[in-house]
């Protein structure tokens, strides 16, 4: 194979392993990188806590919220979002999500799906929902 048709063939794969996350569109799964652009934009986090692949509630929200284009133009404007998934499949996640999605769960207390915390730009908890 030459050069050319193996950095396809990379790139293609690299695509897939990225379209594959749990995380949605407008979210990011790092949380101590939205925590750093919370403290240098003036904004709060909105950390979703989720089992994607088995609770039919963060399902429903995923659908009838946060997958939304008139939900994601506002919030992304106001808030840092961060999807903290807990599923089945662990394959869904990216490697910051298997690194730090559990810790973070149990970090927050969070003990039902889906949990959703406003929390300001040291981590610390402002609202629980």
């Given at each position: 194979m030459n050069k050319t048709v193996m950095c396809s063939l990379a790139l293609v794969?690299?695509?897939?392993?990225?379209?594959?996350?749990?995380?949605p569109k407008g979210f990011t799964d790092d949380l101590d990188a939205a925590l750093r652009r919370a403290e240098a934009n003036g904004r709060k986090v909105v950390a979703v806590f989720s089992g994607s692949d088995w609770c039919g509630w963060c399902q429903k929200l995923d659908k009838?919220?946060?997958?939304k284009d008139a939900f994601l133009a506002v919030?992304?404007?106001?808030?840092?979002l961060v999807y903290v998934d807990n599923p089945m499949d662990r394959k869904v996640l990216s490697e910051t999500g298997r690194k730090n999605n559990r810790r973070l769960t149990e970090k927050y207390g969070v003990?039902?799906?889906p949990t959703v915390l406003v929390l300001d730009a040291?981590?610390?908890?402002?609202?629980?929902v």
């Open positions: 794969a690299a695509s897939a392993a990225l379209a594959a996350t749990s995380t009838d919220i946060l997958s919030a992304t404007n106001v808030y840092e003990k039902g799906f040291k981590g610390e908890g402002v609202v629980t």
